[in-house]
């Protein structure tokens, strides 16, 4: 885990396996250049592990284009893997939805509004 330094909100990234095929990444705070390789690396454990990932970015008060990045480099490199499934969610409103949606991640990744949503999706 690692705290990005000088950054408003203390960044954690927790991973939780929710079903046997399944692990929910859940990142907290700010998502910068600063935790991009923290937050790539627990994505990439993840699939390690497991074939279906989910990205929740629900308690995220931001992301910069790095995070864009992972999230992308995650969804190419998944789409490789049969039967793997990955997906990032991001509630309506919120900033890191906001970016999402001004770079238009849903032609790159499955955005979904909540995790109910994104985990029968990866299901």
Known sequence: ?????????????????????????????????????DLADALDSAFASVPSVVLDLSDVTFIDSSIVGAAASTSRAVAALPDARFAVVSPPGSRPRRVLEMVDAAEFVLVYDDRSAALAATD
Do not use: F, N, W
């Open 1 to 37: 885990m690692r705290r990005g330094s000088g950054a408003a909100h203390v960044t954690e990234i927790r991973t939780q396996q929710v079903a046997a095929q399944t692990i929910v990444v859940a990142p907290t705070g700010d998502l910068d250049l600063v935790s991009a390789d």
